[in-house]
T-cell receptor, first 111, second 114 residues
Framework: KQEVTQIPAALSVPEGENLVLNCSFT??????LQWFRQDPGKGLTSLLL???SQREQTSGRLNASLDKSSGRSTLYIAASQPGDSATYLCAPMDSNYQLIWGAGTKLIIKP | DTGVSQNPRHKITKRGQNVTFRCDPISEHNRLYWYRQTLGQGPEFLTY????????KSRLLSDRFSAERPKGSFSTLEIQRTEQGDSAMYLC????????????FGPGTRLTVL
């Protein structure tokens, strides 16, 4: 059974810092992996999708990497801003096209 | 079409009542998913449809829960005889079954059972 762990569970940093959120998963047989953002009481916004054959994807200040063989993905946020404050969730997709979820990293960017 | 929509956004009900939620997916998407999320946790998969066919149901989905997608477009999730433990955010997502299957989520329906 696939298990997803996100470390740290919470992170508070000053504005302007570059930061890395970590995601690990136990079964490397994944179809793809998505990173999502969730604001309090809201739905999920898809940030990046990495296909299993890819190593990384970039969107603006966000860069996600994938090392499928070691069961790891990272989300790099450059030049953090207060508006980046949210919970970030990692979700690998298994061979049945189902997303398996971590509990998320709650990020606070202090002005 | 601007994305996945869900109605209502909030629902407060008394224990024992039935509730029904609606999800309208992105129009060309053939897959539709329902998830449940409690505070501080990631979403839990409940069920999904490909077109009008319900292909999988989680064992979390008790007999009190039923979902339909009668014409392969919108979907409804009904909870009968609600319990306080049903209080959660119910999320709907849709995707196009293609080479990447990226899922897009609606804003969710927050259910509170008193």
């Amino acid at each position: 059974k696939q298990e997803v762990t996100q470390i740290p569970a919470a992170l508070s940093v000053p504005e302007g810092e570059n930061l890395v959120l970590n995601c690990s998963f136990t079964d490397s047989a994944i179809y793809n992996l998505q990173w999502f953002r969730q604001d309090p009481g809201k739905g999920l916004t898809s940030l990046l999708l990495i296909q299993s054959s890819q190593r990384e994807q970039t969107s603006g200040r966000l860069n996600a990497s994938l090392d499928k063989s070691s069961g790891r993905s990272t989300l790099y946020i450059a030049a953090s801003q207060p508006g980046d404050s949210a919970t970030y969730l990692c979700a690998p997709m298994d061979s049945n096209y189902q997303l398996i979820w971590g509990a998320g990293t709650k990020l606070i960017i202090k002005p | 079409d601007t994305g996945v929509s869900q109605n209502p956004r909030h629902k407060i009900t008394k224990r024992g009542q039935n509730v029904t939620f609606r999800c309208d997916p992105i129009s060309e998407h053939n897959r539709l998913y329902w998830y449940r999320q409690t505070l501080g946790q990631g979403p839990e998969f409940l069920t999904y449809f490909q077109n009008e066919a319900q292909l999988e149901k989680s064992r979390l989905l008790s007999d009190r829960f039923s979902a339909e997608r009668p014409k392969g477009s919108f979907s409804t999730l009904e909870i009968q005889r609600t319990e306080q433990g049903d209080s959660a955010m119910y999320l709907c997502a849709s995707s196009l079954h293609s080479e990447n299957n990226e899922q897009f989520f609606g804003p969710g329906t927050r259910l509170t059972v008193l």
